[in-house]
């Protein structure tokens, strides 16, 4: 039973994983990274989030390791407070309140009880950077009111802000200035770049800037894909810079590595690049990233770098610039123009991913499963080429097919359109490309939808297009002498007094077909393609179209853009009710007869479920965004809820997400985030924490995990079940540890299998006694092998022990000497 007041308004996934530099930890074990109002932690090893930190009210613009204690981590939020959390335990130890909106945070190892942070003064445009006095004190929450002033005039953005040699300065950028304030002196030296009045110097905009952690030497990027080397900058006549000149277009990000022996650099060519000793001749590239580099941090260990990208994902490369971990989150595209699918298969969310791609996104982990390519054809980043795009998506007959249309146009007379039919090979287990037509219709497709009923017998699709038609599409067999095939052809083409068709959709049976054509809705029977009947409101043209369900089936929806809502029965061909609400969003529950409607308001977005039965809503809650929602979706629960409220039962079945202008995705739920990760998750985190080795793994902790269920079967008395594989240690630290490590594979094998039988001493209840009576007899048949190696071992303990009492073994223990002795340990002598 959940309580009504714990319904509320998360965010779920979908929060931009590059806002910030991703933090490594001090063993480069975890990397963490801002992600909307929370702070994730990965596995640097298994791409696993392991924890999420939960606790600032508003988008959380920075974080960094605590210079005391490299297993706190400090974070800043628009929510003016400052956290300090033991990231291993996901714990909140300290609350600072500073009381205005923190853009950034940086710390120092020489600054004692104090942090760095971007904050804005009156002016929206003027930022500061203060320093923040953190006072030492035993309760949760403090105030930290103690700011004093260190530059002015900077940018916002944290990659305009670094601090060098050690602490001793730090180093700002904006437009054409860069400003460096010395600590000691406190002295500020400014210069100034030429300014775009001049066409040659057009493009000489600071864009970021790091600091050499050990010299005296500052290196800041441009527009114009140029770093300069900064030195002697104390002196605001003496100062020199040198150039180096790679990346053709604006320098995303720097960073110095460790020892500052080179220079890592970033842009739009999605190619990271290494300058060694900071040399024009001596550089290294990683390229073909997949998208353009917004932010490079560096292990403190410095044997790991990671690059944050504009698709919204991080890599995690070595020191040998090799790849080793991507941490995919949910793309952001320009534009959702498929909207929110649930593919049947993997309940996965799908929409547009990367430029001509579906992608599979698990709500469940917040990640990416992986991607679609759909239009199979070389992206080519260039601002003034026309892209083709892929405009619509829809899945059909329980994921067997996917049907996708891709469209491309320079000019109004010149529209390129594509449809292509895609069926699931269980073999390859992904989708493959079945039928493609070309120019499926004159104009532009507004809709696609399959026919998902149950008793349907043959896949159908159908199409409608703003020419004024909407076809039918059938599966065919396309057999011919050489091999079994079939594919998809037109079987019937419709349409009403030349209107634009602009939505379509089947009754849950699939008897009847919905299409709207601008203010008119037409029923089609599914099986003749005659004409039933009509409905024409005249409220506008209708935006969104749905049939009823279950009980409600008999019912059918429209919203119109005129900001009418209307509901019509098909037994009685007349208006059952309407509501004058602007609906934006619009989808109906698959396993209830809810459906959920989003309208927009100039406060924000507002939430109605209701059933077609009845006008009066099940549920109303207001201002769910401050932004317009775009599109939304149910996706069913694998275990229902239990809701006894009637106002919340509409979640017990399905939960429905929805997607802002923004592109955040929310959702209505009871749990955290940290309560919904997985526990394999956790318990990584708990075994990456223990300071062991893989021979402690193999022999030692699986042979006392051994021990202690013997002890437990014997104190439970339980009947004993065959241990799953991923709960032997000894398996998943196998599959874990490199293979130059371990020993040969010879060595191993026998243990390994050894470890996936089941133990001898391994009994269920009902044969404790069968086995009893086993035992004795083989007592009696190995009675001189027992009494041979018992008066060795009495033997033994008379000259070791002298005139001490001879302990005598018991028959258990006289057993497990055995056990041991038959047990080969001659491979441990070839390490």
């Not at 039918?472 to 050489?482: E, G, H, K, M």
């Given at each position: 039973m959940v309580e009504e007041e714990s319904l509320r308004v998360v965010r779920c996934g979908g929060s931009e994983l590059n806002f910030r530099r991703a933090v490594f930890s001090a063993d480069s074990k975890y990397v963490f990274c801002v992600s909307g109002d929370f702070i994730k932690v990965y596995s640097t090893a298994t791409e696993e989030c392991v924890h999420i930190l939960q606790g600032h009210r508003n988008l959380v613009t920075g974080i960094q390791l605590n210079p005391k204690n490299h297993l706190q981590l400090y974070s800043c939020s628009f929510d003016g407070t400052i956290k300090l959390w033991d990231y291993t335990d996901g714990i909140l130890i300290k609350t600072f309140i500073v009381g205005c909106k923190l853009h950034a945070l940086f710390t120092l190892a020489c600054a004692e009880d104090s942090v760095f942070v971007i904050i804005n003064k009156e002016k929206p445009d003027v930022f500061q950077l203060v320093s923040v006095k953190?006072?030492?004190?035993?309760?949760?929450?403090?105030?930290?009111?103690?700011?004093?002033?260190?530059l002015d005039y900077i940018n916002q953005s944290p990659k305009c802000i670094a601090f060098g040699n050690e602490g001793e300065y730090v180093a700002a950028v904006r437009d054409f200035y860069l400003s460096v304030y010395f600590f000691k002196k406190k002295t500020t030296s400014r210069f100034t770049l030429s300014s775009s009045r001049n066409k040659k110097h057009a493009k000489n905009n600071f864009t970021c800037v790091a600091c050499h952690p050990k010299e005296d030497c500052i290196a800041t990027g441009h527009r114009d894909g140029k770093i300069r080397l900064w030195r002697n900058f104390d002196d605001e006549k003496k100062y020199t810079y040198t150039c180096l000149h790679w990346h053709h277009d604006l320098v995303m990000d720097l960073a110095f590595s460790v020892t500052g022996s080179?220079?890592?650099?970033?842009?739009?060519?999605?190619?990271?690049?290494?300058?060694?000793?900071?040399?024009e001749k001596n550089k290294e590239f990683l390229p073909r990233l997949g998208a353009t580099i917004e932010h490079i941090s560096v292990s403190p260990a410095g044997d790991l770098f990671c690059t944050s990208h504009s698709d919204n994902k991080m890599i995690i490369i070595h020191r040998n610039l090799e790849a080793s971990a991507v941490i995919q989150g949910l793309v952001k595209d320009r534009n959702i123009f498929t909207g929110l699918m649930i593919d049947p298969r993997t309940k996965a969310l799908v929409l547009n991913g990367k430029p001509g791609h579906l992608q599979f996104y698990s709500l469940q982990s917040d990640k990416q499963l992986y991607n679609l390519d759909i239009i199979q054809q070389e992206y080519i980043n260039d601002y003034g080429l026309?892209?083709?795009?892929?405009?619509?998506?829809?899945?059909?007959?329980?994921?067997?097919?996917?049907?996708?249309?891709?469209?491309?146009?320079?000019?109004?007379?010149?529209?390129?359109?594509?449809?292509?039919?895609?069926?699931?090979?269980?073999?390859?287990?992904?989708?493959?490309?079945?039928?493609?037509?070309?120019?499926?219709?004159?104009?532009?497709?507004?809709?696609?939808?399959?026919?998902?009923?149950?008793?349907?017998?043959?896949?159908?699709?159908?199409?409608?297009?703003?020419?004024?038609?909407?076809?039918?599409?059938?599966?065919?067999?396309?057999?011919?002498?050489?091999?079994?095939?079939?594919?998809?052809?037109?079987?019937?083409?419709?349409?009403?007094h030349k209107y634009q068709a602009t939505n379509c959709c089947f009754s849950e049976d699939g008897s009847l077909l919905a299409v709207s054509f601008e203010e008119i809705v037409t029923i089609w029977d599914s099986e003749t393609w005659e004409l039933k009947c009509t409905f024409c409101q005249r409220a506008g043209k209708i935006r969104h179209l749905c049939f009823g369900r279950l009980t409600c089936s008999k019912y059918l929806l429209g919203a119109t853009e005129n900001g009418i809502l209307c509901c019509w029965n098909l037994l009685s061909c007349a208006l059952e009710w309407s509501a004058k609400l602007n609906v934006r969003v619009m989808e109906p529950d698959p396993n209830s007869e809810n459906i959920a409607a989003i309208s927009q308001s100039s406060m924000g977005s507002d939430l109605f479920v209701f059933r077609p039965s009845e006008p009066r809503p099940l549920y109303i809650q207001k201002n769910i965004s401050r932004e317009e929602v775009q599109w939304g979706v149910f996706v069913p629960r694998d275990v229902p809820e239990s809701f006894t409220s009637e106002a919340y039962q509409w979640l017990n079945r399905s939960q429905f997400y929805f997607l802002t202008k923004s592109q955040s995705l929310l959702t209505f739920s009871t749990q955290s985030p940290e309560e919904k990760l997985t526990p394999t998750s956790k318990q990584l985190l708990a075994e990456e924490t223990l300071p062991t080795t893989p021979f402690y793994f193999i022999l030692g902790k699986h042979r006392q995990q051994q021990q202690d269920d013997k002890l437990n079967e014997a104190l439970k008395n339980e009947l004993v079940q065959l241990p799953l594989t991923e709960n032997i240690p000894a398996i998943s630290e196998l599959l874990h540890t490199p293979a130059h490590v371990l020993p040969s594979a010879s060595f191993l094998c026998s243990m390994f299998v050894n470890s996936l039988l089941l133990s001898k001493e391994t009994k269920s209840a009902e044969e404790i006694p069968d086995d009893v009576s086993m035992e004795e007899e083989k007592e009696s048949i190995d009675s001189d092998e027992e009494n041979n190696f018992t008066e060795e071992v009495q033997d033994t303990n008379n000259t070791d022990l002298g005139k001490d009492i001879i302990h005598q073994l018991s028959k258990s223990e006289e057993k497990e000497l055995r056990k041991f002795r038959k047990v080969d340990y001659s491979w441990i002598t070839a390490l």
């Open positions: 953190l006072p030492k004190s035993s309760s949760q929450e403090i105030e930290a009111k103690e700011l004093s002033f260190v080179s220079l890592l650099s970033g842009g739009r060519e999605s190619v990271l690049v290494e300058w060694r000793e900071a040399a026309i892209q083709i795009e892929l405009t619509k998506a829809a899945f059909g007959c329980y994921g067997n097919w996917l049907a996708t249309v891709e469209q491309r146009q320079e000019k109004e007379t010149e529209l390129e359109l594509q449809m292509k039919l895609w069926t699931y090979n269980k073999k390859t287990q992904g989708f493959v490309l079945n039928t493609k037509v070309n120019m499926p219709h004159e104009d532009h497709i507004t809709a696609l939808c399959f026919c998902n009923a149950e008793k349907s017998e043959n896949p159908t699709l159908v199409t409608t297009s703003k020419d004024g038609h909407f076809k039918v599409w059938i599966l065919t067999d396309d057999s011919d002498i050489y091999k079994k095939a079939v594919g998809w052809t037109c079987d019937f083409v419709g349409s009403y």
